[in-house]
Structures are given as structure tokens and as C-alpha cells.
């Protein structure tokens, strides 16, 4: 079994595909054929096609970090801006999904991914409030179902 780099992808290197941004995360392909990826500070989720420039898709975006695809193929973002989790409507614009736990705010929704059962597992640090410990207190893993109940 392949247990480095090298040995998955031999005799490939990675390759820069832009410079200049500030905190990317988040990458996430999409299947029309380009990528989408946060610049936290900058606020801004840029759509990157090949052999192209990336170009702002979305601005603001809530200081968004992670980046996934719904099973219905619409956008979800960790915002440690928005203290949120949210998706993009039809009409381009973010919903919130979640905001707060047990009646208080998250912290700052990083990365997350969605079940095949449609339900969104996500992670809450407080690193985009540091050094603030956050509303709730500690670093979390949630699940938000699809009706709606959200799991700590």
C-alpha cells in the first residue's frame, strides 16, 4: 500500500497554479469542470478553471473556509465570518443552515462534508475568533441532519 506522496503519484509534481492570495482553504472541484476556493482574509471564494485566471465567484463570503457540494450539487461554506454554515440559493445568494448551538453562536465553522444520507458533519474551533475561546466553549464536531436537527 502507497503510503507517501511520491508513491501515489509517481513521477508527478505538484504544480502552482496562481500565487498571491492571502489564506486559501477549501478547495472543492466541481463537475462542470472548475475549482472553487476561499481567501479567508480577502473574504472571497475565487473560481478557478483551467488554464485560466482565477476570478472572484463570490464576494463577500463570510471569511468562508471549507468548501463541499450538497447531494442536490449547491454549494455549502464554513463562514468563521458569518459564525455560520451556510448554502448558496438559487439565486446565488448564502442561507444560513446553522448558526448557533444549544442557543448560543458556533464558533467558527472550518471544514465539513456531506453524508450520504445528506447529512452535513462539520468541525467549530475558534480560530477565527482567537483568542476569544468562543460561545460555546470548545472545539466541536456536528452533524446537521436533513430535518434540520443539529448533533453535537
Known amino acids: 500500500m502507497a503510503t507517501t506522496f ?12 496562481y500565487e498571491g492570495f492571502e489564506f486559501t482553504e477549501g478547495p472543492v472541484w466541481h463537475p462542470e469542470g ?12 475565487y473560481r478557478y478553471v483551467p488554464g485560466g485566471d482565477p ?35 438559487g439565486n446565488g445568494s448564502m442561507e444560513t443552515l446553522v448558526h448557533q448551538y444549544d442557543g448560543k453562536s458556533l464558533n467558527s465553522p472550518n471544514d465539513l462534508v456531506v453524508h450520504s444520507s445528506g447529512s452535513i458533519f ?15 466553549g470548545f472545539n466541536g464536531v456536528y452533524r446537521l441532519d436533513p430535518d434540520g436537527t443539529l448533533l453535537c
Do not use: W
Open 6 to 17: 511520491s508513491e501515489v503519484f509517481s513521477g508527478h509534481d505538484p504544480v502552482t497554479i
Open 34 to 45: 472548475y475549482l472553487l476556493f476561499s481567501d479567508i482574509p480577502a473574504n472571497t471564494i
Open 55 to 89: 476570478e472572484p465567484f463570490l464576494t463577500p463570503s463570510g471569511n468562508s473556509k471549507g468548501l463541499t457540494f450538497d447531494r442536490q450539487g449547491q454549494l455549502l461554506a464554513c463562514e468563521h465570518g458569518g459564525r455560520r454554515v451556510s448554502r448558496m440559493s
Open 122 to 136: 462539520f468541525t467549530d474551533p475558534p480560530y477565527g475568533i482567537d483568542p476569544d475561546p468562543g460561545a460555546q
